[in-house]
């Protein structure tokens, strides 16, 4: 698949996936949406890999890996789901874009990390500031969004912290593998969830919502994971980075546009911090080195000729 292709698949996908978690999810049962959507996707990815005459690893590493993932996946998509019911996509799409910065504060406490620089705690700072922002507008609204933002933040955080657990086994698994292994794993977590959240044992769904199921399976938990990690290995990180300031301004707009949803000026307020946060965090190593280039090229300028 050309390189440009599968960026473009992330950026649609990523935009359109937090609408459509809120419309699987509006019948009013948000585990037997997600769990119908993971074994959608489980059982699709099998077939794909069956086709390609492949198995799934199940050594001890390799397991180790698969359980790693089932907190960013099993954790973060049921936390998601739930706060799907009261939280505007668009700001999902918000608080999930700050996984880099979470995941580098994850990194300061373990071993072996690399040190965050100035304009990483700046963007950390800033992110804090605005997470501040849309949460002092719930408190003061009295709304119910206060939980549900917590459960956002909640989820990003073991997104983030699953994801550097799987770094860490480093079990060599591609894509595919590692996505049925993570999904295998926890498909069991959301089946029992689901037999004690009291929901009906017949998965109640509009067909705005069935529709929102089939896509998230195929397209937001195989394809756009698959295209994913294609660009990570073709592309630099900077580049790849910039899908996290792309679509939660997308999917902010889709919300209004088509699901009618008008955050407040000052959520809105906090987005945007957030957002140049995110810009800060990524890019100021790219930035970093463009002004040091630049005085190196004047110091030579400078310097006489021998």
């Known amino acids: 698949m050309p390189t440009a292709a599968a960026y473009l698949i992330v950026v649609l996908v990523w935009a359109t996936t937090p609408l459509a978690i809120k419309w699987s999810a509006e019948a009013g049962a948000p585990v037997g949406s997600v769990m119908l959507r993971m074994l959608i996707a489980f059982l699709a990815g099998m077939v794909v890999l069956l086709l ?94 206060l939980p549900a933002l917590l459960m956002m933040l909640l989820a990003v955080t073991l997104f983030s912290g699953s994801g550097i657990t799987v770094q860490r086994v480093a079990a060599g698994l591609g894509p595919l593998e590692q996505t049925l292994g993570a999904l295998g794993l926890s498909l069991p977590c959301f089946f029992i969830l689901w037999l004690i959240s009291g929901e009906p044992m017949a998965v109640p769904l509009s067909a705005r919502g069935l529709w929102s199921v089939l896509y998230l399976a195929l397209f937001g938990s195989l394809l756009g994971f698959l295209c994913y990690f294609l660009i990570l290995s073709r592309l630099t990180a900077a580049t790849v980075a910039l899908v996290t300031l792309i679509t939660p301004i997308l999917a902010l707009g889709l919300g209004m546009t088509l699901n009618q949803e008008q955050p407040s000026s000052s959520m809105l307020a906090g987005a945007v911090l957030i957002l140049v ?30």
């Open 52 to 145: 390609m005459r492949r198995r799934l690893r199940r050594d001890t590493r390799a397991m180790k890996s698969y359980a790693a993932a089932v907190p960013g996946v099993f954790g973060a998509m049921a936390l998601s789901y739930h706060a799907s019911m009261t939280l505007p996509s668009g700001m999902m799409s918000v608080i999930f874009g700050m996984a880099p910065l979470i995941s580098g504060l994850i990194l300061q406490l373990l071993p072996g990390a690399v040190k965050l620089r100035r304009w990483h705690w700046f963007g950390c700072t800033l992110g804090v500031a605005g997470l501040a922002v849309v949460f002092a507008d719930s408190l003061v609204l009295g709304s119910d969004q």
């Open 277 to 306: 946060a995110l810009g800060a965090y990524l890019f100021g190593d790219r930035l970093a080195r463009l002004k040091a280039a630049r005085e190196r090229t004047a110091e030579l300028e400078r310097s006489p000729l021998d």
